[in-house]
């Protein structure tokens, strides 16, 4: 090593530590002591850039919670309870964000929800330094102007036949709007034998067919319809009551659980008011058989969840008026499995859907909700014209053979309410203000 007194002797400038093995010392040091702090500042980088896109969820969960509460508002009216329970089920579905709490706050004269969430940011180096603070955001959503008078809603946005009228098939919905989401330029099917008869078509695609068979033009490249009933809570329930129940003799139902489906075959069967949940199986009707209920909805949850109503089935039923399946007579989970059948060797598999073929479905008051999955109207006479009004809701529609679906719209004949985003001209819009 070269000492000061080398300066004198020489004459020459030192540079201390200038041998190589001295340099790469001094420079590893270096590097070693700012190698965590530059970790640790890019960490921390990192951690906000995510604490944003956490807060950007957080604050669109509270976005449409609030929106789901105030469609509630406009099915219950003055129930806080209930609309707060919407708003908090959505909220609270979302189990996988820690230290997750919502706080509802109702106006019922200004017609408006606040839905406040908080949660702790996941993190990794934020949160031990105490630079991250709990996220918490607030929306605000509000009942205003008016909304159409919408009776039948086509939900899915890719299928090639989101409304399919074969053979002699009739609908009929002469005071109300039939709305397709699907982009598809063949949306709406309608063969040369079927007809519509129908106030107005909103088509997001196009259409094929012939116009003599559709009393409206549709609209095309309309802007897509948000699903009315998307935030409405599933019911609560546990355990099974009835396992594989079928029913044989004439008896009543009970309100239940019923696991591995419910078939009533040649008997009647007179439904106690409330809910009945069908657990993976099909609610059926055959053989001659009868299901008649007021005041009665279904939840079809889970594996082959769904609607066959056969040829001599009869149906009379009426939707709750009060509870969590408020003016809905049958609600599917959304998340149902999907259950396929072949169509022969080189075709595409055909997904079953929910089948309504009785000739004896006149009466279905309230409102049909199936996102899951088709709903089949098959059959001879018409479905659902002694009814006092009808709302459905699905994935997509297809009419064979006879039948004639009747969409009825006198909303004020009954008192089962009718969900916010369909039904009469006088219903408000929920949109968020702040």
Known sequence: MFYVTDLIETGRPIVFGSWKGETDGTTAFIFAVMLPILLLLGGIALDQSAIQSQRARIQNIADDGALYAVREMEIVRNDERRIEEVALAYVYSFDDIPDLTANVQIDLPDKTVDVTVSASPQTYFANPLGMASTMRVKSTAQLVGQAGNTCLIALDEETKFALALNQRSELTARNCALYANSTSPESLTVLPRAQIVVSDVFLVGGYIGSLRGISATPVTDAPPIVDPLAGRPAPNYSGCDHIERRVTTDTTLEPGVYCGGLEISGARATLEPGIYIIENGTLSVNNDGWILGNDVGFYL???????????????????????????LLFFADANNPKTMRSRGRGAPP???????????ARRLVGTIYLPDDKLVVDGETPVADESEYTVIVAQSFELYNGPNLVIQTDYTASDVPVPEGVGPNNATSAVLVR
């Open 350 to 360: 055909l997904r079953d859907g929910h089948v309504i073929r009785s000739n004896d």
């Open 301 to 327: 949850t889970g594996m082959n969840a769904k609607l066959n109503f056969d040829e001599d089935s009869h149906i009379d039923l009426t939707a709750p008026r009060t509870g969590a399946l408020t003016g």
